[in-house]
């Protein structure tokens, strides 16, 4: 990792290439704002892609924010990299939200701005305060009370219009505020409002209505890019400072063909759309002009058409090429020898679960002979270390699909020996253990998680199993912060009380579930009825919700489902919806 802690918002800026300024000039000014440290925010594709698009649309003007490295100064006020300016100078503040677990770190900037965190406590002049990306996408309640307004979907089809309200009508002032809040809601697609509703629930605690209050849409309809042959996604700033140093990032496509039945990018991300080459070939073309390092983005980088003839060209030219994401069954001799000749070190896999029986459940589409061929392809081809990626605590798992993570490393461990023999050297396998959350828009919606005691029981079982491997290292997530983002990714409206809570108490987590008059467990431990209805049920991501049931009872029965056929089905509905863009 390239990030140095303690950098100046001064020398950041002074490292980047591509950063934008414009005018402070224009009619309304943006602070784009990642809640979490810079390092993270500009690894992250689409908070780049954000910043771009608002500084494109005549009128606006858009800075970015992160949440700084030390929190705990008195009266600190946070400001923008660009200009320095503090959030609260600014027309409207935008968070670029990709995990729930950065929830608190939004009511964190928000405090550190010196505004009310509740909207209902803010008014003209207050910036409008909105929100967007994948965590919103899902599930979005939990923050309803800080927020204005959402924006639910791709930003390449939204901002236009979002922009065209915000200019048409001065959210500064307050008869402003009001008009274009109504403009928002009713003009643009995806657009949500919390104010303009009202959720109602039953004696047991679950919701049983989601109404509006005021003439708007009774559902939020995701605006996603219908073609993405036209339109480019790529780096817009180049830096030392992040994970992926000094490399210019392409998205191949969008969402995945697989149908993991865990993955909410999957789902909500359907249709799964590729790139054309030649356009990817221009945005590579693009990125060599500052860099010798292309990373190509996506869930599914080698379901894409036209990956090798992409690789063949660009390596002969001395480029180094990265991917985000690559399957085991597609790690031939081909694109391994990309890796190797790119200088990888490590080549990771995601078996995600250690028995046969769990992958059907999950639908993960590989087997147990692809991932030992895929170990003895990328050490054969000089690739000399292995990060192997497992969930534990999926539906229906039992103690011996516990034990089977632990007998299929061994047997990884095997072919890996066996492969780095003849080359004399021997490098590392580290095993990544990550906590299963159900998330909103998957056939996993319905189960409960286990809880954070099971879960530290099966991480201490794998560790034993396999702490006498030689030169292999396993690590694993903290429970409990699972359990938390659990809690959000399945809450209400009411779970914002909780979020509070918890910034009242500076972040102490196992304070404020035990002061909580409401119950976690509720949310995060219980597995739901097939016909509850949902927190987040009022997004419309064209998938239909008796396609996930119907996956959901695949998952029990342990029967696996085709890939995605992309536009020649009617089996989840997305293909059937009046799509934007």
Not at 26 to 32: E, Y
Not at 146 to 163: H, N, P, R, S, T
Not at 271 to 276: I, L, V
Not at 547 to 552: A, I, K, R, S, T
Request: with cysteine; proline share 7%.
């Amino acid at each position: 990792m390239a990030h140095k802690t303690g950098k100046s918002l001064k020398s950041l800026l002074e490292s980047e290439t591509g950063t934008i300024r414009k005018s402070s000039k224009t009619r309304r000014r943006i602070a784009l704002v990642y809640p979490n440290h810079y390092h993270i925010a500009m690894s992250n594709l689409g908070f780049q892609t954000t910043y771009r698009l608002f500084n494109q649309i005549d009128g606006l003007a858009c800075e970015r924010a992160f949440l700084p490295l030390d929190n705990k100064r008195k009266n600190h006020r946070l400001k923008t990299i660009e200009s320095v300016t503090a959030l609260g100078d600014f027309d409207i503040i935008a968070f670029s939200v990709s995990f729930e677990n950065d929830f608190p770190n939004i009511l964190t900037i928000l405090h550190s701005t010196g505004l009310p965190l509740q909207s209902s406590d803010r008014s003209a002049p207050h910036p409008l305060v909105i929100a967007g990306g994948v965590a919103c996408f899902s599930n979005p309640e939990p923050l309803t009370p800080f927020i204005d307004v959402f924006l639910i979907g791709e930003a390449e089809v939204m901002l236009e219009q979002f922009a065209g309200c915000l200019l048409e009508f001065d959210p500064g002032t307050k008869s402003g505020r009001q008009q274009c809040l109504k403009a928002i809601a009713q003009k643009v697609p995806g657009a949500y409002i919390p104010s303009f509703y009202t959720t109602s629930y039953n004696a047991d605690g679950s919701v049983s209505a989601f109404e509006p209050l005021i003439n708007v849409p009774p559902k939020i309809t995701r605006s996603f890019l219908k073609d993405l042959a036209q339109v480019a996604t790529c780096s817009s700033i180049i830096t030392p400072n992040t994970t992926f140093a000094e490399t210019f990032l392409v998205e191949v496509g969008r969402g995945c063909p697989h149908g993991c039945r865990f993955c909410s990018g999957g789902f909500v991300y359907r249709p799964p759309r590729f790139r054309p080459v030649p356009l990817l070939q221009e945005c590579i073309r693009q990125g060599i002009d500052i860099t010798d390092k292309i990373g190509l983005v996506g869930a599914a980088v080698s379901d894409l058409p036209g990956i090798q003839q992409i690789c063949d060209r660009y390596l002969k030219k001395g480029i180094s090429l990265s991917f985000s994401s690559l399957r085991a069954d597609a790690l031939g001799p081909d694109l391994v020898s990309v890796l190797r000749q790119s200088k990888i070190k490590t080549a990771t896999i995601a078996p995600d679960a250690g028995s046969e029986r769990m992958r059907r459940v999950i639908n993960k589409g590989i087997t147990e002979e692809n991932l030992l061929n895929a170990v003895e392809v990328i050490v054969e081809s000089g690739i000399p270390n292995l990060k192997l990626y497992f969930m534990i605590g999926l539906p229906t798992e039992t103690p011996d699909d516990v034990a089977a993570i632990i007998q299929l490393c061994k047997k990884i461990k095997y072919r890996f020996l066996r492969s780095s023999r003849p080359k004399k050297h021997i490098g590392e396998i580290t095993v990544s253990l990550n906590s299963f959350v159900p998330k909103p828009f998957t056939p996993f919606q319905w189960v409960a998680m286990d809880d954070v005691a099971t879960i530290k029981k099966k991480i201490k079982k794998i560790k034993e199993g396999l702490k006498k491997v030689a030169n292999m290292r396993v690590h694993a997530d903290i429970p409990r912060w699972a359990y938390i983002q659990a809690l959000f990714s399945r809450g209400d409206r009411r779970v914002a009380d909780i979020l509070s809570l918890a910034h009242a108490n500076k972040g102490n987590w196992p304070q404020t579930l035990k002061a909580t008059p409401l119950n976690p467990d509720f949310y995060a431990l219980r597995e739901r009825e097939l016909d509850e209805l949902f927190p987040w049920d009022f997004i419309d991501h064209g998938i239909k919700k008796s396609f996930l049931q119907q996956e959901y009872k695949r998952a029990k029965q342990e029967k696996k489902s085709p890939p995605c056929p992309v536009g020649s089905c009617s089996i989840c509905g997305v293909c059937q919806e009046d799509e934007v863009g």
